[in-house]
């Protein structure tokens, strides 16, 4: 019976032993910790989380364009309808969760900067790059969330709840409604911080550069009334990148005529989906 008994002992050890190594393994890459400057632009560079993270209710919320009443009425979507006349409800969960996605995306690589640069020493401007770009992608997503889901900024709402401010990783860690001032002070100094960080253009248009800085902290500015600043940053833009389309050289024939990644973009950004108030039959 002791011989019986020492060998289920051997046999538990083992068995733990096993289980753990098996559950140490990391059954898919995309678990794998990023541990070098190329995992971490991996991340950044994923189109359609980083890039068509913008809630599309923006858009349904416009007025720079108008729907005759049968045209609205033929659009089946409720929540696109709601959003036309703003009755939103808040029933377009992408509208917020695909933001807070590429939040986390950019947490993410802030948070393993540090490791990585034990492992990547050499290549600080490229850290810089990667620092300023995480930095500006969840600046611009703050700030287009707060656009749709908070007060909009005035001496009257400074103090009101607005949106929470996800600053690492840690799923673990509650989320708190920061105020609008809180939220404005940090997309602005982020921003502020990403612009010295990003080089001045860059030949992708998915990645942030500091001429985008430039321009969203004119927009910011712009919003929160401070036309000083906000003609400031916009000219520091346009120093940078100037560049128009001569709508001349344009082929009319074409179903395009205008390519999405066009000269005259300087960051590369949409809408998780299109807005269903496009796709009607007739438009004015």
């Not at 002791?2 to 098996?22: E, R, V």
């Not at 998915?206 to 036309?227: C, E, H, I, S, W």
Request: aromatic letters at 12%; one cysteine or more.
């Amino acid at each position: 019976m002791k011989k019986y008994t020492i060998i289920l002992i051997l046999l538990g050890t083992l068995s733990a032993f096993g289980c753990k190594d098996y559950l140490d393994a990391k059954p898919d890459k995309k678990l794998a910790v990023p541990n070098k400057i190329s995992d971490l632009w991996a991340l950044l560079d994923n189109y359609t989380i980083m890039n068509r993270a913008s809630p599309v209710a923006g858009e349904d919320y416009t007025d720079n364009y108008y729907l005759i009443e049968t045209s609205l009425n033929a659009i089946a979507n409720v929540n696109t309808r709601n959003n036309y006349t703003w009755d939103d409800k808040g029933e377009r969960i992408g509208d917020w969760s695909n933001p807070y996605r590429a939040i986390f995306y950019a947490n993410v690589v802030l948070d393993e900067l540090d490791h990585v640069k034990k492992n990547d020493p050499s290549k600080q401007e490229d850290l810089k790059a990667v620092q300023g770009s995480a930095l500006f992608f969840r600046s611009f997503l703050f700030y287009e969330v707060a656009q749709i889901f908070a007060p909009q900024y005035s001496d009257d709402n400074l103090l009101l709840p607005c949106i929470p401010l996800r600053l690492n990783s840690d799923p673990n860690d509650l989320s708190f409604r920061s105020t609008v001032q809180e939220t404005y002070d940090r997309i602005i100094n982020d921003l502020k911080l990403a612009s010295r960080l990003l080089p001045e253009t860059s030949s992708p248009k998915n990645r942030p550069t500091k001429a985008a800085a430039f321009g969203l902290l004119g927009r910011v500015y712009l919003n929160t009334g401070d036309y000083q600043n906000a003609a400031l940053y916009a000219d520091s833009c346009l120093s940078i990148y100037r560049t128009l389309i001569d709508y001349n050289s344009l082929n009319k024939t074409t179903a395009i005529p205008i390519a999405r990644f066009n000269d005259e973009v300087i960051f590369a950004s949409r809408s998780y989906t299109e807005s269903g108030l496009f796709g009607v039959a007739i438009f004015e």
